[in-house]
């Protein structure tokens, strides 16, 4: 499989879950429970106008002491709409994601929402693309410090690190070389 030229209308999820911009935040927080995802594209009329994310109802909201059921979703959606378009191909995806630090890319066709990827929909198809994803979680590349150190999983956390180091004859993480050492 040629990741470079797998397209994101290959990858999306096409009929994602959406929400309307006058919903209110409970009917919203309802909606990412029944259907056990973590963000609702906001639409108007077929069009995306923003998304909100369990983190948008927890800080805008519950941590503002205000209730689900008194506010509207419009007030505390994202915007404006970063997206892609479904014949872009995925790195192409990967790299917007990274470089406006978003997980989610609504795919608009014209101006019309026709499917959701995700970073994790990427991770799926092309592993070898989590260095430019990494940095949506806020790590910058760097290059192992020494020729005993490498790139790659850890072989303890399965988190991937720029600096993998071999304990006890496994490659481990920073972190996890600290645990363990």
């Known amino acids: 499989m040629n990741f470079r030229r797998m397209r994101v209308e290959e990858i999306m999820t096409v009929n994602p879950v959406t929400c309307d911009p006058k919903d209110t935040v409970e009917n919203a927080a309802t909606l990412m429970k029944e259907h056990d995802v973590g963000s609702l594209l906001v639409v108007k009329e077929g069009k995306p106008e923003g998304i909100i994310t369990e983190r948008d109802i927890i800080t805008k909201i519950v941590a503002q002491g205000r209730s689900p059921a008194d506010a509207v979703v419009e007030e505390i959606m994202s915007k404006p709409v970063?997206?892609?378009?479904?014949?872009?191909d995925i790195t192409t995806a990967a790299r917007l994601m990274a470089d406006r630090r978003i997980r989610?890319?609504?795919?608009?066709s014209g101006d019309m929402l026709v499917g959701l990827v995700t970073q994790r929909d990427v991770l799926k198809v092309s592993p070898r693309l989590f260095e430019t994803l990494d940095h949506l979680r806020g790590f910058a590349y760097e290059p192992p410090r020494s020729e005993m150190e490498m790139a790659g999983y850890c072989e303890v956390c399965g988190s991937y690190s720029p600096r993998?180091?071999?304990?006890?004859?496994?490659?481990?993480?920073?972190?996890?070389?600290?645990?363990?050492?």
């Open 82 to 88: 970063v997206s892609v378009s479904p014949s872009a």
């Open 104 to 108: 989610r890319l609504p795919v608009v």
């Open 164 to 181: 993998l180091t071999e304990v006890n004859g496994r490659l481990v993480c920073p972190t996890c070389a600290r645990e363990t050492g």
